[in-house]
Every structure is written in C-alpha cells, then in structure tokens.
C-alpha cells in the first residue's frame, strides 16, 4: 500500500482550467474504477467531489470532473475561483477491503 | 441531520494503548460502512481502517495491522478503533467517516466526516 502519487502543488489563475495527476499501479487505480476526489479547505474536513472515477454527489459543481487512464487518475477543474483554492486528495480501493489516498495537492488560484 | 461525533483521544506514551469512538446519528447506520482517517499535523490525509455495515468486511493500512482493530456495535450506532502499541508516527488527527453508496458499492467512498479527535503519542 504506496501512496498515490500526486503533485504537491499547482497554481493558476482565475477562469482557467487546471487537472491534477494521481498516479497509482496497476493494483489499486489501474484495476479498479473506484476512484475518488476530496476537496479540504483549510481547518475543515474533506469534502467528496468526485467519485467512481468520474461521477459527481448530487450538490457538488458541473465544473469539477473526473478521469483515468492506465494507472493514472485526473481532476480537471475548469473556470476557476477563488473558492476553489483548497489541498485535493485522491483515493483509490486497492483490493483486499484496503483503501490508498494520494500525497494531496495545494491548489493556488492565483 | 447526519453527525459523527470522536471521542477518545489524547496524550498517551509510546507503547500505550487508547481505544477511539464514533458515535453516529441523523442516518440509518446499520446501511452503511464507516471508516477512519487520520492526517498528521500538516500533512495529508492517510486512510485507517474501514468496516461494512455488517461488519463482514474489515480493512486495515499497512502502517496499522496487527496493532489496530476496528469493530461496530449497530444497535449503539457506533464505531471503535482500538489502538495498541502505539508509535509517535501514530500521532494525528483522526476523522471517523460515513461511507457514501454508489450503484455498485458502500464501501469505498466517503460523504460525511466528523471533526475528529487529536492522538498524541509522545513519551
């Protein structure tokens, strides 16, 4: 059970798009589609955005999506605000009842 | 609505054992897995332990087995993490989590959290 590998911090402006990489193996996101997104602003709890790779809770904005390809696992957040600037953690199942987040990423909207 | 309240944590010394509680309401518990995550002073978020509403399936991280064990009392609504042999890296906040059910699964996402309960293993 290694972390998911995220950057560890992204930044852009206002309006823009972005997408944050999570990289796992071909045990945990490569095998499975049971991918999921948290947003954390500071000093609260985490927030499911995005879940099932790319399926979004009933509440949460059209302008978070999600996707994966091989081992790999994106967030695209499009039109930026500032409400956005939060830390990002990506989770996956990795077989065996065991679940593994990512690293996090700081998103600046700058 | 739905509330998940820790309790249990503070300061104890390596070695030791501390033994957590999560006590739910605002939803039909016995539908839904719970599961514990922990973040470390500044750092990220590090999933725990997990167990269905049945308790028929249970997970542990790496880091925990072997040392943790998580169980449920359904007609208490709630959820314990016993903790033994506790380390300094053990140290972080620990948020116990409602699972969220997709089509497929209840297992594997998380919708509702608590605020969490500080441990703090140091000698």
């Known amino acids: 059970q290694s972390a998911l590998t995220q950057p560890a911090s992204v930044s852009e402006s206002p309006g823009q798009s972005i997408t944050i990489s999570c990289t796992g193996t071909?045990?945990?996101?490569?095998?499975?589609?049971?991918v999921s997104w948290y947003q954390q602003h500071p000093g609260k709890a985490p927030q499911l955005i995005i879940y099932?790779?790319?399926k979004r809770p009933s509440g949460v904005s059209n302008h978070f999506s999600g996707s994966k390809s091989g081992n790999t696992a994106s967030l695209t957040i499009s039109g930026l605000q500032g409400e956005d600037e939060a830390d990002y953690y990506c989770?996956?199942?990795?077989?065996?009842?065991?679940?593994?987040f990512g690293g996090g990423t700081k998103l600046a909207v700058l | 609505e739905v509330q998940l309240v820790e309790s249990g944590g503070g300061l104890v010394q390596p070695g030791r054992s501390l033994r957590l509680s999560c006590a739910a309401s605002?939803?039909?518990?016995?539908?839904?897995?719970i599961h514990w995550v922990r973040q470390g002073p500044g750092k990220g978020l590090e999933w725990v332990s997990g167990?269905?509403?049945?308790?028929?399936?249970?997970g542990y991280a790496d880091s925990v087995k072997g040392r943790f064990t998580i169980s449920r009392d359904n007609d208490k609504n709630s959820v314990y993490l016993q903790m033994n042999s506790l380390r300094a890296e053990d140290t972080a906040l620990y948020y116990c989590?409602?699972?969220?059910?997709?089509?497929?699964?209840?297992?594997?996402?998380?919708?509702?959290w608590g605020q969490g309960t500080l441990v703090t293993v140091s000698s």
């Open positions: 989590t409602k699972g969220y059910c997709s089509s497929t699964n209840c297992y594997t996402y998380f919708d509702y």
């Open positions: 605002g939803f039909t518990f016995d539908d839904y897995a």
């Open positions: 167990i269905s509403w049945d308790s028929a399936t249970i």
């Open positions: 071909s045990s945990d996101v490569g095998y499975y589609n049971l």
């Open positions: 099932e790779v790319n």
């Open positions: 989770c996956s199942y990795a077989g065996s009842s065991n679940l593994v």
